[in-house]
């Protein structure tokens, strides 16, 4: 499997493809773009057949070596058999097993539809986020011990990437982790998780800002290519190729879960924000797995709500980026978006590369075909199967109770959103899946608000906002971050 950048253009150095390892540890192509496949590996019904009988570990290394074909496969197969495991995936509730990994559970079903809930918030940071991140650890960890290396990630958290990558690297020969996160927007939890890791190669910066500012920091450092060499920065963000590949193995496993044979169609609703999981998604699709609908949930950041109903893409100011109960959602400028722009517009890097210089420049872009807009590309939004809806506050509150009282499930906030809007894109005979982003323990404060009592939390979680934590906060600055990263790197 060779990759190619979706801003490659004939003159660029990354025209030339590239293989699987050499892309896993830089994250953004050298002309700015993001990594993608040449082509998606196609899956028939034979194999997705063949599939349903293995277990998850057995399944993301069939899965993954479609693309990581340059890594042995027997290296590969025990990667996959050392990550997914019922040791490291060890909070299942009550009613799920931990060796399924990603437990389905039917929370209705009816004339309406059925609407099932995939767990996948039971690794170490309580996350769906580790469901990657656990991979890309030991990924990382095995090219850097192949040649001796080192590596410096550096990356950026709205909430719950910071801990899975941490939790992942933590201890990792060779590794460092420089990890920005908007000062005082995460949960009291989720700072818990990030501040107070005291490992020597974990550094945690706050910046006095919102994610889209952490975000253009990590963006402006990768694409400083001479800094980015010397000192040997990669990324483990969405825009990782390796990251969202990943994801795409727990869709696999929904479908073989919550289907009898390959006649049968299901849509995943998934709450969004960077866009990294729903393309997951969309790259499942694109290899054949029969998903009717791929509904994106926000929540009053609605950029990509917008767009999927209008075909405007309209980046929000840091000003306009609002602070919510859903706050892994509070991003404005969705960096993985760019994947699937490329495959909506017929993978035209010229044209994806335009686009994007169109959001640099204009705060976004319009493919809507109405007056002054880029074109009509929007209309073939419909062929991929997206749609999308939005949640507010209120919403998230309802939506808790109700799960709560029918069902229950005490759910995170993020999850409500998912939820609510999957409810509103039921059809009969689609079992409707809603991928969990995250266990409630890690945004309690709403759920206290909801409920009126506490999450529960699982065992060695109970008093972790009390345990010292280490940070420094920051401006949104980047020559003063290159200093910094630069003194701490001892390269």
Known sequence: MQYVSTRATSASASRNPETFSTILLGGLAPDGGLFMPGEYPQIGSEELSAWRALSYAELAHAILRKFATDIPDADLKALTAKTYTPEVYRNARAGESARDITPLRTLEDGPGGMLVLQALSNGPTLAFKDMAMQLLGNLFEYALAKDDDELNIYGATSGDTGSAAEYAMRGKRGVRVFMLSPAGKMSPFQTAQMFSLQDPNIFNIAVDGVFDDCQDLVKAVSNDLAFKARHKIGTVNSINWARVVAQVVYYFRGYLAATTDNTQRVSFTVPSGNFGNVCAGHIARMMGLPIDKLVVATNENDVLDEFFRTGRYRVRKASETLHTSSPSMDISKASNFER????????????????????????????????????????????????????????????????????????????????????????????????????????????????????????????????????????????????????????
């Open 340 to 491: 699937f722009v490329y495959d909506l517009v017929g993978r035209d890097s010229e044209r994806t590369r335009a686009l994007m210089r169109k959001v640099d420049t204009h705060g976004g872009f319009d493919l809507s075909g109405g007056p002054g807009a880029d074109g009509d590309e929007f209309k073939r939004v419909s062929e991929y199967g997206f749609v999308s809806g939005k949640s507010t506050h209120a919403d998230r509150l309802a939506t808790i109770r109700m799960v709560a009282d029918d069902y229950g499930i005490v759910i995170d906030t993020h999850t409500a959103d998912g939820i609510k809007v999957a409810r509103e894109h039921m059809a009969p005979g689609v079992p409707m899946i809603v991928l969990e982003t995250a266990l409630a323990a890690k945004f309690n404060e709403t759920i206290l608000e909801a409920l009126g009592t506490d999450a529960e939390r699982p065992a060695g979680f109970e008093d972790i906002e009390a345990l010292p934590q280490k940070f420094v906060v920051m401006q949104p600055n980047v020559d003063e971050m290159k200093t910094f990263i630069a003194a701490h790197t001892g390269l």
